[in-house]
């Protein structure tokens, strides 16, 4: 067993190893040829103006703690890349950490206060990619739409002129000769030239860095190809004699750019950040004036808006209710299923569901700037941090890249002796056929549309990696409030027993502003068409509220000797005189017995974590099939914290808010009641559906995640394989291997499409 002490990560590709600073004798060569460029003057550097105060606080971002600048890197689109970017601390002392996003094609990096912005986008230019900051409002589909049309103008040029060609060469072929043959050649020669100085310049600058910074990548033998191809017939041209390869070589090109593009796109499509789409997909509102209703698109709503809402329709930011009363499901806020009653003048946010048949409601701020807004921002950023199959995917990927361009060389030069040509032909049939692009590609996809179709359940993951951490669990710890429990007050009895109507309105008055549970419970027992004015109102946290009506003091009081969690009470006083008192009790949720008993089938072991008295523990714990010696009550925090410490394997079920020590704890944390932002913070998994069904679909999602990621891997190594044996015995040229080369990641994208259906 290896103990932490010996356990390391290697120095150039950060896979854990056995105390050792590289994984491999290929990761120490190429780390040792990497070092930092430099520093260039205020006038030197293009990108100056980025260290300009103004431009720094426009694009810092302030609400994630490892990394406050965000670069979108045109030009990313292999393994290599990746590698190479996450390297940037190494070019610039000044940048302390640096995490490639391929799904995004962004660069996240953590730099000093007394680094330079400015020289770590010179660093990225001088690194191949074209540099783009962006700021937390900025939206990177923009940024995909710009880089594709510079794809597409390229893969129009060379195709254009790949298909030209042909036309011209067709005749050659067919037998013509003399003088015409000559002029299509010469033709030929034309039309190849806009490829060889525009649409194969990507080419170029990946196979600069790869002889500049000595990184393996599949541009150089593509480049070093296509110059030979272009150099072998332009001296064939010449001589009047000799085979010309301008139609194979324009083709082969075409067929590269096209494979790639068909990448870019899969992945922009999969793997953007559409957590913010998928809330507001094909939503629109009615904003409404003095005139006329008018309906917009969610993005359009601004500050100040009178927008109509209608029923099951989601807020597109937060808001102010204007109507007198609404119902709104917030379970994506406190993951309880059980609606809500709110008054005129309260604060709704963004993401919450009207009930009602419609309401009014004004904009209060962008949704950049709302909570959902910023949260969902967020989780896109941290969304595919590297879990260990994916890590172990890239180390991979860059094992086969090498291994594939050691083959390559050394068929190669054995080859060579027999047949030159066809030596060159199968070494690089072999390189172009087996890029592990496919095999980088695969990992990410599959945990993209894991993200998506968890959303989809009403489960929002913090990142990937808890769908692997889910699987290894032994043990689950539930809190009983709100977990077990509904969550939810509702009156149980009060004194006297009948409450009448005015004293009704006296209440629902006082409590109409509150977003304690006990208003909450008030407003949806009772309802009041007219309510009260109420003048010197006021609540206090823990005590009640209060307020004079028509002349009178009135008071709602929390009563003291309310039993803790299983039944709160309060009492209204007039004037220091009691009307009544009102008791509230939170039910056991109704899968609360079933779901612990479908765990302990599975083998995990159950346990109640409490802050309630130990025989309502073992109360609640009994009546959901909870061993006795697993239950514990009169618990604070670190008493919970302490118990989770003491087991492995350990997953906390709980409120985002007053258990978030336990969840930090706990190796797979999730939240089921509480602010989704605040419970994020803490938890790994939040729960926007009430009960504890999305738990065995977090499960079950967590097992169909690992079958899809072997499925792909298998299918990548054995297409691979068996790709580069038939290219080596020259069953395979080139063209066919630029043809074939999308076939691998087609088959990934159907697989792991196939597997989320």
Request: glycine letters at 6%; a neutral charge.
């Amino acid at each position: 067993m290896i103990t932490p002490s010996t356990v390391s990560n290697c120095n150039y590709c950060g896979i854990q190893t056995q105390g050792a600073a590289y994984c491999c004798r290929a990761c120490e060569i190429l780390d040792s040829q990497i070092r930092a460029l430099p520093v260039l003057s205020v006038a030197q550097n293009p990108f100056s103006h980025l260290d300009q105060k103004e431009f720094r606080d426009l694009y810092r971002h302030k609400s994630h703690e490892d990394f406050n600048f965000l670069f979108f890197a045109e030009g990313l689109h292999c393994s290599s890349c990746v590698h190479l970017l996450e390297k940037l601390p190494q070019f610039y002392e000044h940048i302390a950490s640096a995490r490639v996003n391929f799904a995004q094609s962004t660069v996240a990096i953590q730099i000093t206060d007394e680094g330079s912005l400015a020289q770590a986008a010179h660093v990225i230019q001088e690194l191949g990619y074209k540099p783009t900051l962006l700021s937390p409002q900025d939206n990177i589909v923009e940024k995909y739409k710009e880089e594709n049309r510079g794809h597409l103008k390229r893969i129009a040029v060379a195709g254009f002129c790949a298909g030209n060609t042909m036309l011209f060469v067709i005749p050659v072929y067919a037998g013509l000769a003399g003088t015409w043959a000559e002029v299509f050649n010469l033709l030929s020669f034309l039309l190849f030239l806009p490829i060889l100085f525009y649409s194969a310049v990507p080419f170029y600058k990946g196979a600069w860095n790869s002889l500049k910074y000595q990184v393996i990548n599949v541009d150089l033998p593509i480049t070093i190809a296509m110059l030979s191809g272009f150099a072998l017939s332009t001296v064939n041209l010449l001589k009047h004699e000799g085979a010309i390869y301008y139609d194979s070589t324009a083709s082969f090109i075409f067929f590269i750019l096209s494979a790639r593009y068909l990448l870019k796109r899969v992945q922009q499509n999969y793997l953007s950040p559409t957590r913010v789409q998928s809330f507001f997909k094909t939503e629109k509102y009615f904003r409404v004036s003095e005139s006329e209703e008018k309906s917009i698109p969610w993005s359009h709503a601004q500050i100040g808006d009178l927008l109509k809402v209608q029923r099951h329709q989601t807020l597109p930011s937060d808001c102010i209710l204007e109507s007198p009363q609404g119902t709104l499901d917030m379970s994506l806020f406190n993951g309880e299923s059980m609606p809500k009653t709110f008054s005129q003048g309260m604060k709704i946010f963004a993401g919450t569901k009207v009930l009602d048949e419609s309401i009014l409601v004004r904009v209060q701020v962008p949704f950049s700037e709302s909570k959902l807004g910023q949260l969902l921002q967020q989780l896109d950023q941290s969304a595919l941090q590297k879990s260990h199959f994916v890590t172990l995917s890239d180390k991979l990927a860059q094992k086969l890249i090498v291994t594939v361009f050691a083959i390559a060389l050394i068929f190669f030069f054995l080859y060579m002796s027999v047949n030159p040509t066809e030596a060159f032909n199968r070494s690089l049939a072999l390189i172009v056929l087996a890029c592990p692009c496919a095999l980088a590609f695969g990992s990410p996809l599959t945990l993209g549309l894991a993200l998506k179709k968890a959303q989809k359940l009403g489960i929002l993951l913090k990142d990937a990696t808890s769908l692997e951490r889910i699987l290894k669990v032994k043990n689950v710890f539930f809190d009983k409030t709100g977990t077990l429990t509904e969550g939810n007050l509702q009156i149980s009895h009060s004194e006297p027993a009948t409450i009448p109507q005015d004293v009704q309105k006296i209440i629902l008055s006082l409590e109409a502003s509150s977003y304690h549970p006990v208003a909450f419970a008030l407003r949806k027992a009772w309802t009041s068409s007219e309510l009260h004015i109420v003048s010197n109102a006021q609540e206090i946290l823990g005590r009640g509220v209060s307020g004079k009506i028509d002349g009178h003091h009135y008071e709602i009081r929390h009563l003291a000797e309310s039993t803790h969690e299983v039944e709160t009470g309060i009492e209204v006083l007039k004037n220091g005189q009691s009307l009544c008192r009102i008791y509230f009790i939170d039910a056991l949720r109704n899968d609360s017995r079933s779901a612990v008993q479908r765990l302990q089938r599975q083998g995990i072991d159950c346990f109640l974590l409490s802050g309630d008295k130990k025989s309502r523990a073992l109360q609640a714990a009994e009546a959901c099939g909870i061993a006795k010696e697993n239950t514990f009550g009169e618990l604070f925090p670190e008493d919970k914290k302490a118990i989770l410490e003491k087991h492995s394997f350990t997953c906390m079920i709980g409120d985002g808010a007053n258990d978030s020590l336990s969840l930090q704890t706990a190796d797979v944390g999730i939240a089921v009641k509480g602010s989704v932002d605040l419970s994020l913070q803490s938890a790994d998994v939040y729960f926007m559906r009430g009960g504890l069904s999305p738990l065995f679909d977090l499960l079950d999602l967590g097992k169909q995640t690992r079958h899809v990621l072997v499925r792909n891997l298998t299918i990548s190594l054995v297409y691979n394989t068996l790709g580069g044996t038939l290219a080596l015995l020259g069953f395979i040229n080139p063209m066919m291997a630029a043809i074939l080369m999308p076939l691998s990641s087609l088959a990934i994208i159907l697989s792991s499409l196939w597997g989320f259906r």
